[in-house]
């Protein structure tokens, strides 16, 4: 039996493409035998963020059809074992995805998979509500800014109610925050929500903080889930997260600005 | 905090608006989630009634879903402005 993990917004932009690829390569990494699955029916994109799009044939829509079955679509990453990607189709009927089409879908993969990582799209419709309908697991990424916070929040109350744990009374979905694009500097200038502001509104536990970084445009830019980019700030973050979200123990990074001397006396 | 903080300490930081901000919003849609989905239109049409009568704002009337046992009760709390007309009274439910 996979865990079904989601990476869900509410709002677009903040990062739940580059998430979703990072940790599903983070967990394939560990030997966890991994899939991630595109729910942005109709703007899929998470291929390219997985550099494999010029090796997708068949897609979650055709899947659910009868068209093709899993193994033709499933496509197998080519740098770490134990991971594969299924497409999100670019079909632009809405409908195409059913609830019981794609509750076929993932009890299928469960059976071979330890993890399903669900990559939600944005917004609050069908393709977002089947996403995190059968979720065990939620990470909620974040943006330290208003209507990312607020999105989060309405996000949180739909895994509370609209999910089958929550329909069927079993025990909730579990949630963790995961905030991004997290500027230090910004924040020791009172621009920015802190870590703490933003937990303290959304009272769930913090998985991890991810920092601003130019290395999630390179890696976006390659194809490269940016978690395999060992060296980057923005890799170590997330593989932070991964352990995290594992059981480990691991302190927070990336938190403060990197400052020397001059930035000291003079910097805010 | 820095030499150059002592300067910038006058302004508000835009930050701290932020947060408050936040968590006014976040409060008040908190407290509308759970109930059944007819809970905001009840709301608009339940003011546009009350204004027939009084003038009230926004945010007067409140309504809370609270669940016990086998069912669930619909707490309603109307707030009417002080020195209203006839026999408006603060908070009566």
Redesign the interface.
């Known amino acids: 039996m996979a865990k079904i993990l989601v990476v869900t917004s509410g709002k677009g932009g903040v990062g739940k493409t580059t998430t979703s690829a990072a940790f599903a390569a983070g967990l394939a990494r560990r030997g966890y035998k991994t899939v991630v699955v595109d729910f942005d029916v109709g703007l899929r994109n998470l291929d390219l963020i997985m550099g494999c799009e010029r090796r997708v044939v068949y897609d979650f829509v055709n899947v659910i059809n009868g068209e093709a079955n899993l193994n033709q679509a499933l496509i197998r990453d080519k740098r770490v074992e134990d991971l594969y990607i299924l497409p999100a189709s670019q079909t632009r009927d809405k409908d195409a995805l059913t609830q019981e089409g794609v509750e076929q879908v993932l009890d299928t993969l469960s059976e071979q998979f330890d993890y399903i990582v669900c990559d939600s799209p944005a917004g609050i419709e069908r393709g977002a509500n089947l996403a995190m309908y059968f979720a065990d697991e939620a990470l909620v990424v974040t943006n330290p ?2 209507s990312s ?2 999105d989060s ?2 996000v949180l ?1 739909l895994l ?2 609209k999910t089958r744990r929550a329909e069927q009374g079993k025990e909730p979905v579990g949630e963790h925050l995961l905030i991004t694009r997290y500027a230090p500097s910004r ?1 020791g ?6 870590v703490e ?1 933003v937990r ?2 959304l009272a769930i536990d913090l998985l991890g903080v991810i920092p601003e970084s130019t290395a999630v445009l390179n890696a976006s830019n390659a194809g490269v889930p940016v978690i395999l980019e060992d060296r980057t700030d923005a890799g170590q973050a997330y593989d932070d997260a991964v352990a995290r979200f594992l059981g480990e123990e691991r302190e927070h990074r990336f938190l403060t600005e990197k400052k020397g001397l001059f930035g ?5 | 905090m820095s030499f150059l903080d002592y300067f910038r300490s006058e302004k508000r930081r835009s930050a701290s608006v932020a947060k408050e901000r936040l968590q006014i919003i976040v409060a008040r849609e908190r407290s509308g989630r759970g109930g059944p989905d007819y809970l905001p239109k009840l709301q608009e049409e339940l003011l546009s009634v009350i204004r027939k009568y009084v003038q009230v704002s926004d945010d007067a009337v409140r309504m809370e879903v609270e669940h016990e046992g086998n069912c669930d009760v619909l707490e309603l709390n109307i707030t009417l402005p002080e020195g209203g007309e006839g026999n408006a009274q603060t908070g009566r439910r």
């Open positions: 800014e208003v916070v607020r929040d309405r109350g509370a109610s924040v200038k009172g621009e920015m929500l802190s502001d303290e509104i000291r006396i003079f910097g805010g």
